[in-house]
């Protein structure tokens, strides 16, 4: 299993970033997938979930009506927008595969990639 994570840089507040995860070693398209993210000094926390067919979202409240999720099941890659970004978007964003057990969602696998990360300032 791997996730490569990519897209990020520096950005000033009010921007905006794409990010892509390309996944690999199990097969992409039943699974849904999440964006996970992990600012300096704090826990890592759901940003953006979507579905395996890709026809229902969920996103954190923090990010909701900024950041869409997206996947594309033949190219095995999953896709952050994010607009309208602020300071306290800044952090390493991950993606994972997740599985819905026991009333929530929850990565699959015991493994990380190494994340891409997002700064914003001015």
């Known amino acids: 299993v791997q996730f490569v994570e990519s897209g990020g840089g520096l950005v000033q507040p009010g921007g905006s970033l794409r990010l892509s995860c390309a996944a690999s070693?199990?097969?992409?398209?039943?699974?849904?997938m999440s964006w996970y993210r992990q600012a300096l000094g704090k826990e890592r926390e759901l940003v953006a979930r979507?579905?395996?067919?890709?026809?229902?979202?969920r996103y954190a409240d923090s990010v909701n009506g900024r950041f869409t999720i997206s996947r594309d099941n033949a190219k095995k890659t999953v896709y952050l927008q994010m607009n309208r970004l602020k300071p306290e978007d800044t952090a390493v964003y991950y993606c994972?595969?997740?599985?819905?057990?026991?009333?929530?969602?929850?990565?699959?696998?015991?493994?990380w990639g190494q994340g891409t990360q997002v700064t914003v300032s001015s």
């Open positions: 979507i579905s395996s067919g890709g026809g229902s979202t």
């Open positions: 994972t595969a997740v599985r819905y057990y026991d009333g929530v969602y929850n990565p699959i696998w015991d493994y």
């Open positions: 070693g199990f097969t992409f398209s039943p699974y849904a």
